[in-house]
């Protein structure tokens, strides 16, 4: 038990210190999220859980909008916009009656993802601060699940922590994708000269 509240510590140390270092690195006109905008209607797919305010579905690659998108058989379409435009939206949205922004919803499970109420971001700057810790999280998850998929030797477990990377976390991780070509050299094109 002891073990685990050391990697639990460790692994939370190196999820801030990866958000500080994508703050250095991002502005929120380079940060970019992707949206779902309904047909027809032209509204945000929101999420609703319980009796709270609707989230606005937020995804920070466009993997993962395609991925949600043709997984719940939305008829809606993805729309990328920066951060400051995001942030710009906030009086709109709040109209509609939607008090929260969640990050990277997982189609295929139940787990809430990272909300934020609107209430807690006082500028452009909380926004990208919540953006960039969703990011360096997913990331270093998605680091850990490839550490222990390498150090698999059964090649059909490996392959199964590998396809729940992709479906549970990280839709459009390369890295995850080239691990997944080495165990299935038959599934990439073959190369030419």
Same mark, same amino acid.
């Given at each position: 038990? $002891?073990?685990?509240?050391?990697e639990r510590s460790a692994q939370e140390k190196? /999820? ?9 690195? =991002?502005?929120?006109? @380079?940060?970019? *999220? !992707? ?6 209607? +032209? ?9 709270? /305010? ?6 920070? !690659?466009?993997?993962?909008?395609? %991925?949600?998108?043709?997984? @719940?058989?939305l008829e809606c379409e993805p729309v990328e916009?920066? =951060?400051?435009?995001?942030?710009? !939206?906030?009086?709109e949205l709040q109209r509609g009656q939607i008090? /929260? =922004?969640? $990050? %990277? ?10 909300? *934020?109420?609107? &209430?807690?971001?006082? +500028? ?7 953006? #960039? #810790?969703?990011?360096? &999280?997913?990331?270093?998850? *998605? ?9 698999? /030797? %059964? ?17 459009? &991780?390369?890295?995850?994708? +080239? ?6 050299? +038959?599934? =990439?094109?073959?190369?030419? &000269?």
């Amino acid at each position: 038990m $002891f073990e685990q509240e050391q990697e639990r510590s460790a692994q939370e140390k190196q /999820a801030r210190e990866d958000t500080e270092n994508l703050l250095k690195e =991002l502005t929120t006109e @380079k940060a970019l *999220v !992707s949206l779902a905008r309904e047909r027809g209607t +032209g509204r945000w797919h929101t999420i609703r859980e319980g009796d709270a /305010a609707p989230a606005l579905a937020v995804f920070t !690659s466009a993997a993962f909008v395609n %991925d949600f998108i043709a997984c @719940k058989a939305l008829e809606c379409e993805p729309v990328e916009m920066n =951060l400051k435009e995001l942030f710009a !939206s906030f009086p709109e949205l709040q109209r509609g009656q939607i008090a /929260a =922004l969640e $990050f %990277d919803r997982c189609p295929r499970c139940a787990d809430v993802r990272p909300m *934020v109420q609107f &209430s807690a971001i006082t +500028g452009e700057g909380d926004l990208l601060r919540w953006y #960039a #810790a969703n990011l360096a &999280s997913r990331r270093m998850l *998605v680091a850990k699940n490839i550490r222990v998929a390498v150090q698999e /030797a %059964d090649p059909a477990k490996r392959l199964a922590i590998l396809r729940y990377t992709l479906e549970h976390i990280d839709p459009g &991780s390369a890295d995850v994708h +080239g691990e997944i070509a080495k165990l299935r050299p +038959g599934l =990439l094109p073959p190369r030419t &000269s």
